[in-house]
């Protein structure tokens, strides 16, 4: 079969599967498990004779031998017993379940794959199957999973900017399904002529993260896995603890992250009735410029931990870290003054699948001590005011973010060129220095300056499903903001 036929295929039995309730993220978690343990059959024989730890009465062909009511019982068990392997297997694999009851349903999927030699495949096709289906998940808003999922434009745009160099380390402490790792590996790939050593660094020593949840988990080592990064039968580098709860003393040269939406950090515990409740979660941590539970500014802290010295980051962030009184100001205070806070990209309502989030990604590099503060100039991009987005009738593009990038100057920055000034007034590219950052209230970095021409030009209004997009972003922004006054009114921080 052609690789578009066999995408085809792949995305058609998502479908059928749909219309038996098997939803997209069910589908994607049983690919995961039929597709990795396909893979692991056909390196374990020539040429690649690989030793894979799966036993055999739960590798590929114990499951190609079995039909009907013994097929869906032991392909039940397998998924049990291989959860509680070692390494990235075991990984794989924790907490699987069948979700695919009809056992007619689940010998098709099971006879698509065989039909295939995966391994002879290409990496960005078997890479383009998979990251469909993700897409396609996050896309069903009732599953959750968008939270997990960074347009692919932006992160292709934030790599762009921070041109990741071979033989260096790159973390994200809140990776989701390896967005930023496999936008990095591609860029690295595409755009340097790597030996033998720098090759296999890229596979298996470039790449560490933190993902807690473990769907979420599975599914970023195999989209890794698919896109040859990571050993079938080796150590995996994608954490399931908490990246906030302790510095591990690991440092990196370059941090990309998304770090998840919602302000609180919380734990589940059991109370003196026996009932579970959530409880604020402060992270004491002596690395920390301000004990928080708001999970952005402790995750903004962490970043700033995790990058060796000049190493540098881009990481997403939403609005109130750029204003927020309290630990936020000392947050951003402290942030400008051991770090090179360099660049701020606004980012336009309407791209991401969570609603009511207003973010912007702050692009930083780390420094040595020193009394003096490293950041001199802030720039900052609006890519907001009079911008308009949605995600299916105009989703942003990497083409959309070409002239932020073209205006970053990505290995030349100190050529950098206001596109605003007392005659353009419509420039989105703006330079603020220190002083003048520091001056305002509270450091606050929301800055803008471009009329909104909405409310000036009541005949350009934007497209009516534009404008309800805006107004549900604004509502659950209005409600998020009311939920921290009650935190504070109920005695929260």
């Excluded at 589908?27 to 040429?47: G, W």
């Excluded at 309407?350 to 912007?360: L, S, T």
């Excluded at 590219?429 to 909104?452: H, S, V």
Aim: one cysteine or more; hydrophobic letters at 35%.
């Amino acid at each position: 079969m052609t690789e578009s036929a066999i995408i085809s295929k792949v995305w058609n039995f998502a479908n059928v599967l749909r219309d038996d309730g098997v939803s997209y993220g069910d589908y994607l978690e049983q690919i995961t498990y039929l597709l990795f343990l396909k893979m692991a059959d056909e390196y374990s024989k020539p040429p690649y004779s690989r030793e894979t730890n799966i036993p055999n009465e739960y590798n590929w062909e114990s499951l190609t031998l079995k039909s009907g009511a013994d097929l869906e019982s032991h392909y039940t068990k397998l998924l049990r017993e291989l959860g509680k392997t070692s390494g990235i297997l075991g990984q794989i694999f924790t907490k699987s379940q069948n979700k695919i009851q009809d056992p007619a349903n689940l010998s098709k999927v099971i006879n698509m794959i065989d039909r295939e030699k995966w391994s002879m495949m290409g990496a960005d096709v078997k890479g383009q199957i998979y990251e469909g289906l993700l897409e396609k998940n996050a896309e069903d808003t009732k599953s959750g999973a968008g939270q997990y999922f960074t347009p692919r434009a932006l992160i292709r745009a934030m790599v762009e900017c921070i041109q990741p160099k071979p033989k260096k380390t790159i973390a994200d402490p809140a990776c989701g399904t390896g967005g930023f790792f496999l936008a990095a590996y591609d860029y690295i790939v595409s755009n340097c002529n790597l030996d033998r050593d720098e090759k296999e660094f890229l596979k298996n020593k470039t790449f560490s993260g933190n993902e807690i949840v473990a769907n979420t988990r599975r599914l970023c080592l195999m989209n890794m896995f698919l896109h040859n990064i990571g050993e079938i039968d080796g150590e995996t580098f994608i954490s399931s603890t908490d990246a906030l709860i302790s510095d591990t003393g690991e440092r990196y040269d370059y941090v990309l992250a998304n770090p998840p939406f919602g302000k609180k950090s919380s734990i589940t515990i059991t109370n003196e009735e026996g009932k579970q409740e959530k409880q604020d979660m402060n992270y004491n941590r002596q690395d920390f410029w301000a004990t928080t539970s708001n999970k952005q500014l402790n995750f903004l802290q962490h970043i700033k931990t995790l990058l060796k010295v000049n190493g540098e980051a881009a990481v997403v962030m939403p609005d109130n870290v750029l204003f927020e009184g309290g630990a936020g100001e000392t947050v951003r205070k402290q942030l400008m003054q051991q770090t090179e806070l360099h660049t701020i990209l606004r980012l336009p309502t309407g791209i991401f699948y969570a609603q009511g989030v207003k973010a912007n990604v702050l692009f930083f590099v780390n420094k040595p001590a020193s009394k003096e503060a490293w950041t001199k100039d802030v720039w900052i991009y609006d890519y907001r005011t009079n911008i308009h987005h949605t995600l299916k009738k105009d989703p942003m593009k990497l083409e959309d973010l070409r002239k932020f990038i073209d205006q970053y100057k990505p290995g030349n920055r100190h050529k950098r060129q206001e596109t605003w000034n007392a005659d353009n007034e419509e420039g989105r590219w703006r330079k603020f220095t220190y002083d003048e950052i520091i001056a305002r209230d509270k450091t606050n970095l929301d800055i803008f300056w471009l009329k909104d021409k909405s409310l000036a030009d009541l005949d350009n209004l934007p497209d009516p499903d534009i404008l309800a997009n805006e107004i549900i972003e604004n509502i659950e922004s209005g409600l998020e903001s009311f939920r921290e006054i009650m935190d504070v009114l109920n005695g929260g921080e």
